[in-house]
């Protein structure tokens, strides 16, 4: 990365620089999910398989103005964060602190294509994992799709677990669409 990579507080978040970190992913795996339940057992089974043809999603059209003013409101509480190479916006954290149970939520962590397998990723994480220990949170936690192998590998990467799983967050048809929620975390205490 050429450009000085400068970590900082976001204080207001516009479209026009936070769209084109939402560029999404593409993935060449995903874990697939089976379920079974009964009165006597519940069985998940998680397993990485390699795809046929690479998966792709862009988040662009997903972040609507109306999510940008909810996720302002976060942004006085200091635990999101805006990663900038050359005065532009590379990539974004954008986190809620949960007091009742000392955690932390971080409900959109994004780097721009470009700026990928740079180190700008893990700068950002380190700052919104540093402080949420400053203000003595227990737990920081996330939520992806097992179709973004590239973000799960991340994040375990950076010493999150895959903890839960979602079968009917996005859809009621979660499962048979084959794109479920998986929820990872990260323990600082």
């Not at 932390?104 to 540093?130: D, K, N, P, S």
């Not at 949170?137 to 590239?150: A, D, F, G, M, S």
Request: charged letters at 35%; hydrophobic letters at 40%; aromatic letters at 12%.
């Amino acid at each position: 990365m050429e450009d000085r990579l400068e970590i900082r507080p976001l204080r207001r978040l516009d479209m026009d620089a936070v769209r084109p970190v939402l560029s999404g992913y593409e993935s060449a795996e995903k874990y697939t999910v089976e379920w079974s339940d009964s009165a006597e057992r519940t069985r998940f089974e998680i397993r990485l398989v390699r795809l046929k043809q690479p998966y792709r999603k862009s988040f662009e059209e997903d972040i609507q103005p109306e999510d940008l003013r909810r996720y302002e409101e976060y942004l006085a509480e200091g635990f999101s964060f805006g990663a900038y190479a050359g005065g532009r916006l590379a990539a974004l954290a954008i986190a809620e602190a949960e007091r009742w149970n000392r955690s932390l939520r971080v409900w959109e962590f994004h780097v721009a294509r470009e700026y990928r397998r740079q180190g700008v990723g893990r700068a950002l994480m380190e700052r919104v994992l540093a402080r949420a220990a400053e203000e003595g949170l227990r737990i920081v936690y996330l939520e992806t799709q097992n179709t973004n192998v590239p973000a799960i590998r991340f994040y375990r990467a950076m010493g999150f677990r895959l903890e839960a799983l979602d079968l009917s967050f996005y859809t009621n048809r979660d499962l048979e669409d084959g794109e479920v929620a998986f929820f990872m975390k990260r323990r600082l205490e």
